[in-house]
């Protein structure tokens, strides 16, 4: 019997030809047998741009990337914490959204293999960002619109600069606009106003048919400024833009405070204050506003309804293409830090379990994946949430397996190691394999399994490893990849 984590790794090579065959205990049972969920709408929160400079607090959740990571089944917006909780719980609580957050630190991505590219998502909101998105960043948001995602973007008043860096919400949504490379000609059709209206109730204009103003989550009439602005439209530019609630005296191309657009295969939609969002709660010392109860408003109608639209499950406004970015499927592989040679990051894993430790060896580069091999009751952990392109007819996933023992028996599998797919609660999808100690082997084994029939859903791909209570058995991963196209 081996000692602790530290010391364990151990009976290495001397056990290895252990169980050279695959034997009947290795079973791979493959995901044919899932069933798809209804049509989730993939949504990404922006808060790699200051969204939570100064007194904003602009997060569905603290969790981040996964909100279900604070609480897996919200119920009330305080139980998720952040000054948009209320809508985050609101669509959560639908069963028909996943949600996810860009982090601090993180950059917006299109066609990359991160979880949070664009490319896995329907939706992006940027609920008043203040800090400039870069060119490559610029160029993935527009790319995502033109080929089918949903842009909101929230504005604020002319010097809400909350981190003083020079730059509001009002220039960086007009930059991102003007100066782009893909388009910098008023690809959507207004420009955000230099404005700071200290307060009005801006009315949405007559028509019964907008899915917007009257959608499943409600039937939107008034919104509310609380120090805010509003836009100017250029129909002239693009003839699918829309105003569709107005500050006071103001109709047509002028004083825009909610409007819809469209741009390529994809929609855009503005709001020009973010006190409408705002739910009153949130990590403290953040002093704010509950704009989203606020009765003399329906403004958490307005914004869960173009959500929806947004993303695709409401019927065309405006000339938008919609349905984001479910219908597409970019090459790609999804999996972050797939090598593990950024450690213990993106992963979630037992202790230890990412190492680069020399007692077994990587595939390649220097981290890897360690599970098990204490020769104690162990059980160790292994997995990474990722969303599946629906439009992807492809999705292949891949990892290098190792496996040393210094079990005896060539019948009994007393170690074990599952590969499994679950859902966002926890719920076992699927089992793709499991291996043994009747597995091991000198070196590395690739294996491959089909995830196709899990394309439009957002899963966590999870290893397993169940040690019992005499001999080592270690199960070694390397070198993963879902690969789709």
Not at 206 to 228: C, E, H, M, Q
């Amino acid at each position: 019997m081996l000692g602790s984590r530290r010391s364990r790794r151990r009976l290495t090579t001397a056990l290895a030809g252990f169980g050279l065959l695959l034997t009947g205990a290795a079973v791979q049972i493959g995901s044919g047998t899932a069933a798809h969920a209804a049509t989730t709408h993939r949504i990404l929160f922006d808060n790699a741009h200051a969204e939570t400079a100064g007194n904003a607090d602009w997060i569905i959740s603290t969790s981040q990337p996964d909100p279900l990571g604070e609480n897996p089944s919200p119920s009330a917006e305080t139980d998720w914490t952040g000054a948009l909780s209320s809508w985050g719980v609101a669509l959560q609580k639908t069963g028909d959204y996943s949600l996810k957050t860009l982090p601090s630190g993180s950059s917006l991505s299109y066609g990359g293999s991160s979880s949070t590219d664009l490319s896995n998502f329907d939706t992006l909101v940027l609920p008043e960002p203040n800090t400039l998105f870069t060119s490559a960043e610029k160029t993935a948001i527009m790319n995502f619109v033109k080929n089918g995602g949903g842009l909101f973007m929230i504005s604020d008043h002319t010097g809400a600069d909350r981190n003083n860096d020079g730059y509001d919400a009002v220039k960086i949504l007009n930059d991102l606009m003007t100066n782009n490379s893909v388009d910098s000609t008023d690809p959507f059709g207004f420009s955000v106003d230099s404005l700071n209206i200290s307060s009005d109730h801006p009315a949405a204009i007559s028509d019964s048919t907008d899915p917007v103003l009257r959608g499943s989550f409600g039937t939107v009439t008034k919104s509310l400024i609380a120090n805010g602005t509003t836009a100017t439209l250029k129909p002239a530019d693009n003839s699918a833009v829309k105003g569709l609630l107005y500050r006071t005296g103001y109709s047509g191309n002028t004083g825009a405070f909610f409007l819809t657009s469209a741009f390529g295969s994809g929609r855009v939609a503005f709001w020009g204050d973010s006190s409408p969002i705002d739910d009153g709660t949130g990590q403290p010392g953040n002093t704010l506003y509950d704009g989203w109860n606020d009765t003399s408003a329906t403004n958490a109608a307005l914004a869960l309804n173009a959500t929806a639209w947004l993303a695709g499950s409401g019927t065309s406004s405006g000339g938008g293409g919609g349905g984001g970015g479910t219908g597409t499927c970019t090459a790609a592989q999804l999996l972050g830090n797939s090598g593990f040679e950024s450690g213990n990051t993106t992963w979630s894993a037992s202790s230890g379990v990412i190492t680069n430790a020399t007692g077994e060896s990587a595939h390649s580069g220097s981290y890897y994946a360690w599970l098990d091999g204490y020769g104690t009751a162990t059980t160790d952990t292994l997995s990474q949430s990722v969303t599946i392109p629906s439009g992807c007819s492809t999705a292949t996933l891949s990892f290098y397996l190792h496996i040393d023992t210094a079990e005896t028996s060539t019948s009994t599998a007393y170690d074990t190691l599952k590969v499994q797919v679950l859902n966002s609660s926890g719920t076992v999808l699927g089992t793709l394999a499991t291996y043994s100690n009747l597995n091991a082997a000198s070196g590395y084994t690739q294996r491959s399994f089909d995830l196709s029939s899990y394309a439009g859903q957002t899963v966590t791909l999870k290893f397993t490893g169940t040690e019992g209570s005499q001999y080592q058995t270690s199960f070694v991963v390397d070198d993963t990849a879902l690969n789709v196209s």
